[in-house]
């Protein structure tokens, strides 16, 4: 995650002192795990990472199982765990875990695509201490719809944002770019403002489960820029109004590079800050400081990346697991700058960036190690002498 408003402002957002505390390391970081606490989900995202469906899977972690992983997950030092899905609200004993897991000291987080989010369950989330809530919008009434696979599904889903909203409870909006609904994004930020919306992340698309089949799907690169260009400007309208937002950009790292060259040619002194807290950051986490758990209990390096699984926490404890560098896909993601190849293998900041999406480069080039083709940087950016 790039906090557009710490890059841009040095307002803090959630989650800042994980990704912008110096001296950190890919073998001394703790990852947040996402843990898709089942795959059932009432709705069909087009774009599903998880090819969730309404049905029952077959498999998935026990209560006895997931509070073993959670204690597994205390005593290696994670900070958060995230429950996902599929639709974690469908999880029966979705709460009873996140009141476990707050007793080992973990903070938690739900992310849902908020359509049974009534004012009742409004209240037992907000009674739950879960830090916050990220509700997932793709568009504007049928737009949103049509993504979602439901009819109605926008109405209901900024119904549940409003509930959570009226009982103080922080929550976020998630957004995945796409070219089909680019044209909302100005909405989006007028429903953040009207709705009284803490929070919003703008996704980058990527390639996995039914994302996969979208690869034209994303936006072209001179139209990412203008995208990224309206976000950074609503976002210096928002401070310069006195309006507390949390806006951060999610799944690529060309956001953070873009915006330090684009700020840089206007204010080399600020752009120094921003690249001594990309320095800090140090790019793609998948593998090093975000982890994922399936439903069924096997582990990969970011929840997009389901191809590859380290083990399984019925087997083994998490951070045995996580800390196996004898697996070689884990053992590259942890130092993975001298696998890299393409445009990202001499790129000026390989470093930073750590090369940004490898289930992406895994997608389109069936190479684990190509470039990101998702990386909207020129040549020149990235560096003059990069002819690969």
Request: aromatic share 8%.
């Amino acid at each position: 995650m790039i906090s557009i408003t710490k890059l841009l402002c040095d307002l803090p957002s959630y989650g800042d002192e994980l990704r912008y505390r110096k001296g950190m390391n890919s073998l001394s970081r703790r990852p947040i795990v996402v843990w898709n606490c089942t795959r059932k989900c009432n709705l069909a995202c087009i774009h599903c990472y998880s090819n969730s469906a309404n049905q029952d899977y077959q498999g998935e972690l026990t209560t006895g199982e997931a509070k073993k992983m959670i204690l597994d997950l205390e005593e290696f030092g994670v900070p958060v765990l995230l429950f996902s899905g599929g639709e974690p609200l469908l999880r029966k004993d979705l709460f009873e875990l996140n009141d476990f897991a707050h007793r080992r000291r973990l903070r938690t987080v739900i992310s849902t695509n908020g359509t049974l989010i009534t004012p009742e369950m409004a209240r037992k989330i907000k009674k739950s201490d879960i830090d916050y809530v990220g509700v997932s919008l793709d568009g504007i009434n049928e737009r949103n719809d049509k993504f979602r696979g439901k009819k109605g599904a926008f109405k209901l889903a900024l119904a549940g944002i409003r509930n959570l909203v009226e009982v103080r409870q922080k929550v976020g909006l998630r957004f995945t770019i796409t070219r089909h609904n680019y044209p909302d994004i100005k909405d989006i930020f007028r429903l953040v403002e009207d709705e009284a919306i803490n929070r919003v992340c703008f996704y980058h698309l990527v390639y996995s489960g039914r994302g996969a089949q979208m690869t034209e799907d994303d936006l072209p690169r001179q139209q990412m820029r203008e995208c990224i260009d309206s976000i950074c400007s609503w976002v210096v309208s928002l401070n310069k109004r006195g309006m507390k937002k949390e806006v951060l950009t999610v799944d690529n790292h060309a956001d953070a590079f873009y915006l330090y060259l684009q700020t840089k040619a206007k204010d080399p002194g600020k752009a120094k800050d921003i690249l001594e807290l990309l320095k800090y950051n140090k790019g793609n986490a998948s593998g090093i400081a975000i982890a994922n758990v399936d439903n069924q209990g096997f582990v990969h390096a970011d929840q997009f990346w389901q191809a590859h699984t380290f083990g399984n926490v019925r087997q083994r404890k998490f951070g045995q697991i996580w800390m196996d560098t004898t697996d070689p896909v884990m053992a590259g993601l942890k130092n993975r700058a001298k696998l890299i190849k393409g445009r990202c293998s001499c790129c000026n900041f390989l470093e930073l960036c750590n090369a940004n999406f490898r289930a992406r480069a895994e997608a389109v080039y069936q190479d684990m190690w190509q470039q990101d083709p998702a990386c909207y940087l020129t040549d020149e950016e990235i560096g003059v002498d990069c002819k690969v």
